[in-house]
């Protein structure tokens, strides 16, 4: 799953395409570095533009031919994952409550 990032970014807000084109947002919550990669923290927004309950999602960023543009990829590693989870939580213990 790739998704391209459009230039479109306002308030930490970010619209992405699915697989489906369809333009989703998210809030940009953080970015993670682990192990020489670098990791977006993102919550999706809900058609009514709140924030939803739930799980954030975690895309590794890649770099793509356009210096303007980057691309981010799904994460299939559940290591990765749970890496880059624990840093972020680590760094919002304050401000989110997490539920395991």
Do not use: A, H, Q
């Not at 619209?15 to 993670?32: P, T």
């Not at 020489?36 to 031919?65: C, M, S």
């Amino acid at each position: 799953m790739e998704e391209n990032f459009g230039g479109e970014e306002l308030d930490n807000i970010v619209v992405l395409n699915d697989e489906e084109g369809k333009e989703v947002k998210f809030e940009f919550l953080d970015l993670i570095e682990l192990d020489d990669e670098e990791y977006v923290v993102l919550l999706p927004i809900t058609e009514e533009g709140e924030e939803e309950e739930g799980e954030v999602v975690i895309l590794k960023v890649e770099d793509t031919e356009d210096d303007e543009e980057e691309s981010y990829v799904s994460v299939e590693d559940e290591d990765v994952l749970n890496k880059v989870f624990e840093m972020f939580k680590d760094r919002f213990k304050d401000e989110f409550d997490f539920i395991d």
